[in-house]
Every structure is written in structure tokens, then in C-alpha cells.
């Protein structure tokens, strides 16, 4: 599957780009929340989140970016995000948030910042519905692709079908048609300056 982030997207014609995407053969829309705290940026926050859910063909796949989520998630999910991933780093009880995301009706992910071991959350995953590989520093789009995480997508394949779990693997951060081959072994792939930046119908089916 392909989700287009919209940081990428033109933020003036949001339901524009939305469709569009969906046009071309998008199968989730990829946000993310960041809160110039957990990263050096703010991007969008709840009342956009409930826009884009009155406008969107597609799941909203949140990708949160901010401490203490657990402020956060009833709110998010009210707004309409179908996938709500948090942050490992961000909060002192991952579980309890995993949990009541789960409760609130969403679907919970877990993820992790490149330097942080993948230790952090192979104990999560049984509470997970998506864990999402960083493959860049969370906080811009447009960055280089960091090929030392690639082993992490591998592990968790490797852990997910060992344990039988029904957790989908995302990758985000510097992928395009060459590095979405490196990780092959994921199920999402997040791509924001690629998909944007072209024809997004010979950008997406060139990903899948
Ligand atoms: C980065 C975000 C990404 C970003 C990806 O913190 O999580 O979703 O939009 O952008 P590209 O695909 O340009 O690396
Ligand atoms: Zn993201």
C-alpha cells in the first residue's frame, strides 16, 4: 500500500491534493501531527485532522509527533484518524496509550526514531495494528533515505510472522521507486516530496 503524506501536499487546496491522490491510486492519507516539542516543527493539529476525515475516500493514517500523547489521542480519533501512531519516546506508559487508542475505536501504531533500538517496541506489538520504521530524523519532509534502518524492517518481519501477529509494517522518511525496493519487506510506504513532487499516478504505481 502507498500513503501519501500531506506535509508535502499544496496546504492551501488540502481536499484538492486529497482526492487527487485517491485519484491516482493512493490507499491511505498519511498526516502528520507534530508539535514543536517532540520535533523542531508544528505542522497540523485536531480541527484539520476533522476536516480532512469530512473530505477524504481514504483512511487517515496520524502520525503523531508530540509529547505526551496520551493529552491527545481521544481527540485525534474524534476527529476522525482511523491509524494513531505514537511515538515509544514520547510517553511514559506506551501501553496504556497502545490501549485506550485500541478502546477509543481506533487502530494503534507504534514507532521509533532511527536511534532508538527496536527493543523498545517488539513488546508492543502484540497491542499494535501498525509499527512504522522511521528512515529519517522525524520532524521534515524531503530528507535522505537512511539505509541502517533497513534491518529493522527485516526484524520485525521476521518477529511478526514468528509470533503470527496482525501488525502491518509502515516505512517513512526518503522513499521513492529506488528506496521503496530496500524495503520490500514492509506493507505501507509513506512517501511525501516523492509522490508530490510528480505525476502522482506514475509516482504511486511506480512504488507498488
Ligand atoms: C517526517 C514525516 C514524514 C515525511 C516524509 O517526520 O514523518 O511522513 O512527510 O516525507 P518524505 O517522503 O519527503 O521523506
Ligand atoms: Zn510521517
Known amino acids: 500500500m ?17 482526492k487527487a491522490v485517491a485519484e491516482a491510486g493512493a490507499d491511505w492519507i498519511h498526516v502528520d501531527v507534530m508539535d514543536g ?3 523542531p516543527n508544528i505542522t ?10 469530512k473530505v477524504s475516500p481514504l483512511p ?4 503523531l509527533m508530540i509529547e505526551e500523547p496520551e493529552r491527545y489521542v481521544e481527540d485525534f480519533i ?3 484518524s482511523d491509524y494513531l501512531t505514537i511515538h515509544v519516546e514520547a510517553t511514559k506508559d506506551p501501553v496504556a496509550v497502545l490501549r485506550r487508542i485500541r478502546e477509543l475505536g481506533a487502530k494503534p ?3 521509533l526514531r532511527p536511534k532508538t533500538s527496536l527493543a ?3 513488546p508492543l506489538l502484540p497491542l499494535c495494528d501498525l509499527v512504522l520504521v522511521m528512515t529519517v530524523e522525524p520532524g521534515f519532509g524531503g530528507q535522505s533515505f537512511m539505509h541502517d534502518q533497513i534491518e529493522k524492517i527485516s526484524k520485525l518481519r521476521q518477529e511478526i510472522n514468528a509470533k503470527k501477529l496482525n501488525c502491518l509494517i509502515e516505512v517513512d522518511g526518503g522513499i521513492n521507486a529506488e528506496t521503496a525496493k530496500l524495503c520490500h519487506e514492509a506493507d505501507v510506504f509513506v512517501a ?4 508530490f513532487s510528480k505525476d502522482y499516478k506514475t509516482a504511486i504505481a511506480s512504488l507498488k
Open 60 to 63: 487517515l493514517d496520524v502520525h
Open 2 to 18: 502507498v500513503a501519501p503524506s500531506i506535509l508535502s501536499a499544496d496546504f492551501a487546496n488540502l481536499e484538492k491534493e486529497i
Open 37 to 39: 516539542r517532540f520535533v
Open 120 to 122: 523498545t517496541v517488539l
Open 109 to 111: 501504531g507504534i514507532t
Open 78 to 80: 474524534k476527529a476522525g
Open 192 to 195: 511525501g516530496s516523492y509522490v
Open 44 to 53: 497540523i493539529g485536531i480541527p484539520v485532522v476533522k476536516s480532512l476525515k
